[in-house]
């Protein structure tokens, strides 16, 4: 085996671990070392928490105290298997402790250490609560219907849409994902929205769901930094007609589906599959709702015919049968009067019906 002299002790080894004997390496050794006082910065509001510059994440004031630990312990990098033990103390709301235990393999040996030190929690709104309380918003969402207000089940549905959207983009890491203010009017909704992509996000899904367009214009709204800074205003359209509402379109009489720049339907006289075109929803009418439907009693049932008791007149009268219709127990269906003339509903097979 060769032997070497190490040059700070001179005394003879095998091995020289960072240029000295193990005897000396060991001796200056310091495995772990950490701060003996650290700040942690975090919203009171969110539990946002400052760190490298930037304000991230959301935790409770613990996993914040555990997290900064984390970041300035540093440990020796001749450590292998390390295991690290963070024991924090709150002492009061603005004040904790923490005993920190470090073991770790180092040239063969496992080495302990024993930290403490004292976590200084200060709590400042974070950049998104400060534009949240200060009306910040890059975004107008005006949601409206055409030729018509938005319904309630509407307002409903574009509320909960854009809840769920803010969320799901929060989570994503889009902190601006929020609403500042939500302003309903006999037109329609408008909402101010934290970040332009949440706002597109929240009319894409709408649309999705509810049918209809949405445009997208900026404006100018001032400088900062010498770059010029826009706000989008995103101009919805909810479809002119809603599903269940009754249209006439060259003299049919539409059940209304689902709409978003095509239409799609059932034809109440015969309970077939309707689609219009953009040209003839245009001309189309609005002529009832299947809220205004009513129960008649069914006469009788021939092969394409159905005779129903008018609930109006009270007289039977004789109307093609639909495609599908449902019979309730007591040998009634819903009917529609339209202009004066009464209509099976065409009501869906649901799939466990037959
Ligand atoms: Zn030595
Ligand atoms: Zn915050």
């Not at 309903?184 to 332009?196: A, C, H, P, Q």
């Not at 209304?256 to 009418?285: W, Y």
Request: aromatic share 6%; glycine share 6%.
């Amino acid at each position: 085996m060769t032997t070497t002299i190490c040059p700070k002790c001179g005394k003879d080894t095998t091995i020289l671990l960072s240029g000295v004997c193990k005897e000396c390496f060991f001796q200056n050794f310091v495995l772990a070392q950490l701060p003996q006082v650290l700040q942690a910065r975090l919203c009171p509001t969110c539990g946002a928490r400052f760190t490298r510059g930037r304000w991230t994440d959301e935790y409770d004031i613990e996993a914040v105290v555990m997290k900064t630990i984390e970041d300035e312990l540093s440990i020796h990098e001749a450590a292998d298997d390390i295991e690290v033990c963070i024991s924090p103390r709150q002492l009061t709301p603005h004040m904790y402790t923490a005993e920190v235990e470090v073991g770790a393999a180092v040239q063969g040996e496992w080495i302990n250490a024993n930290l403490f030190t004292e976590i200084r929690i200060i709590r400042e709104s974070c950049e998104m609560c400060s534009r949240v309380s200060g009306g910040y918003f890059e975004g107008i969402l005006q949601i409206r219907a055409t030729e018509r207000t938005p319904t309630d089940s509407e307002f409903e549905t574009c509320l909960r849409i854009a809840d769920m959207t803010i969320n799901r983009m929060r989570a994503k890491g889009d902190r601006l994902a929020f609403i500042t203010e939500t302003i309903r009017s006999k037109e329609g909704l408008d909402l101010y929205i934290g970040s332009v992509g949440s706002g597109r996000h929240i009319c894409k899904t709408i649309i999705e769901e509810l049918g209809g367009t949405f445009t997208e214009s900026p404006s100018l709204f001032g400088q900062k930094d010498g770059r010029e800074i826009y706000r989008i205003t995103f101009s919805m359209r909810l479809p002119r007609f809603t599903p269940g509402d009754i249209i006439s379109i060259r003299n049919k009489k539409i059940m209304v589906k689902h709409m978003e720049k095509k239409l799609t339907g059932t034809d109440l006289a015969d309970g077939s599959r309707f689609i219009a075109t953009e040209d003839e929803i245009s001309l189309a009418k609005h002529v009832g709702n299947i809220r205004d439907a009513v129960s008649a009693v069914l006469v009788s049932e021939e092969e394409h015919e159905l005779m129903i008791l008018d609930p109006f007149t009270f007289r039977t009268v004789n109307v093609k049968k639909p495609l599908v219709f449902s019979i309730t127990g007591d040998k009634e269906i819903l009917v529609i009067r339209i202009e004066d003339t009464l209509f099976p509903l065409p009501l869906e097979k649901r799939k466990n019906d037959d």
